[in-house]
């Protein structure tokens, strides 16, 4: 991909509790819109099956992991079942820079701290239609034990406090309109003024500079001079 993006670039955050549709709408934003990809977190975890150092995660000891974590190098950390997962702030900064849209699955944990360390982050929440909707979708999965099922319900609880301190609020009454809805999303800070003006496109869209909307490239040039 060109060092010159085209569009503007931004971490994506996406929280919900377990069972509101996450995964599914990740997977299909991956899948259907240009220029997503998916954040590739650090873990003390051990690789497992035929997962890919870089793909699945980057693996790291624990001494590594915490020496990052006090360097201030990761956005977001987080101990889950006895290992250290972190979402580093050089992997994101790549990333955009390349005109890139790092999605991020994150509690709402993860998703404060994206936001405090990164105030371009979108942070979208997704919402199940309600907790006897989102009790069916856990037991229809088959896959927890009923006190697996009671400890999600009771997170979901609690996570769901939070989605008032989000930017964009989105109840999974239906599966398609709920990935349709995150796309609209991706599609209008796209199209934020802020955001076009700071990654100076005039090169792509010459109207923006005849206008006087944004400035052209030898003004930029002067002003960098001045500075």
């Known amino acids: 991909m060109s060092d010159s993006p085209r569009v503007p670039a931004f971490p994506l955050v996406l929280s919900g509790p377990s069972g509101a549709g996450k995964t599914s709408v990740a997977s299909w934003l991956l899948a259907n819109v240009p220029d997503i990809v998916l954040s590739v977190s650090c873990t003390t975890r051990a690789r497992r099956g035929q997962e890919v150092d870089g793909e699945d995660y980057f693996y790291i000891d624990e001494t590594d992991f915490l020496a ?43 998703g404060t701290a994206i936001r405090a360390a990164r105030p371009d982050a979108v942070l979208v929440f997704l919402m199940p239609p309600g907790l006897p909707a989102l009790e069916e979708r856990l037991r229809g999965r088959h896959t927890d034990a009923e006190d697996v099922i009671l400890r999600r319900m009771t997170a979901a609880r609690l996570e769901m406090e939070y989605a008032s301190e989000y930017d964009y609020l989105i109840v999974n009454h239906d599966l398609d309109a709920a990935r349709q809805a995150v796309k609209a999303v991706v599609e209008a800070e796209r199209a934020r003024t802020r955001r076009l003006l700071e990654m ?7 109207v923006l500079v005849q206008t006087g909307t944004a400035p052209s490239q030898s003004e930029l040039t002067e002003n960098l001079e001045r500075q």
Do not use: C, M
């Open 200 to 206: 100076n496109p005039a090169n792509r869209d010459p």
């Open 68 to 110: 990052r974590r006090d360097r201030g190098e990761f956005v977001e950390w987080a101990l889950v079942h006895g290992n250290l997962y972190g979402t580093s702030a050089d992997f994101l900064d790549r990333r955009v820079r390349k005109g890139q849209i790092v999605l991020l699955d994150v509690d709402v944990q993860g």
